[in-house]
């Protein structure tokens, strides 16, 4: 199975100033998420389909979990329907940045920073979350748009899936695309699989 790379503009500082307080909350007592959830339903959506939420919400996420509740309240935040990912092809354009070797963490633009509350990683795919806060996306996409040129000659190995330099740059102006779109909105980004 391959990995689905997923993007959205998110608004981190809503993140940290109202919603992480909730998550580090509900590590103790998931009674503070489902107590947010009840008093903010159209504020949210499903993770799943994007509808907004209503009074039966429950129902359709079987085992509420902490990671499932975390979930839920991530989308304070973000619209679920606008995915902006690269795709099967975040592997090329991964490799290809780590490459060039201008990021201290290679992996950040298209992976992200990991958020971790109270020792616990916000993870509900438990395949990998991250998030860019909107301070840092500007940099960001500066330094992908300085090495452009290089990202084209580069020599990315160990790839999941054969790829070109025409395909995994697409896919690199796409990640350009992104966080120029976080650019505009003055917000960050929430990246996932």
């Known amino acids: 199975m391959s990995m ?11 993140f940290h100033a109202e919603i992480e307080p909730v998550m580090r909350d509900s590590i103790k007592n998931t009674e503070a998420a489902h107590r947010y959830i009840c008093e903010h339903l159209d504020e949210l959506q499903s993770p799943y389909t994007g509808d907004t939420l209503d009074e039966d919400w429950e129902e ?7 990671q499932v509740y975390f979930d839920i309240l991530l989308t304070a935040c973000y619209d679920v329907e606008d995915d902006r990912g690269l795709g099967e092809m975040w592997d ?7 490459e060039l070797d201008v ?11 990991e958020v971790e509350i109270d020792d616990v990683i916000v993870d509900p795919g438990m395949q990998g979350l991250g998030i ?15 090495n452009r040129d290089e ?13 070109d330099p025409d395909e995994w740059m697409e896919a690199y102006d796409d990640l ?16 996932t699989f």
Do not use: M, S
């Not at 689905?4 to 809503?14: L, M, P, Q, S």
């Not at 909107?134 to 940099?139: L, N, Q």
């Open 132 to 146: 860019i806060d909107c301070d840092e996306v500007a940099d960001i996409l500066e330094i992908l748009k300085e």
């Open 103 to 113: 990021f201290e963490e290679g992996e950040l633009p298209v992976t992200g920073w």
């Open 176 to 191: 350009c695309g992104i966080y120029e779109e976080a650019v505009r909105q003055g917000k960050g980004l929430l990246l």
């Open 151 to 163: 990202a084209e000659c580069a020599e990315p190995e160990d790839l999941l899936c054969e790829t």
């Open 60 to 66: 359709e996420f079987g085992d509420l979990t902490l």
């Open 92 to 98: 090329a354009v991964n490799e290809v940045i780590k």
């Open 4 to 14: 689905d790379h997923k993007a959205f503009v998110f608004d981190t500082n809503k």
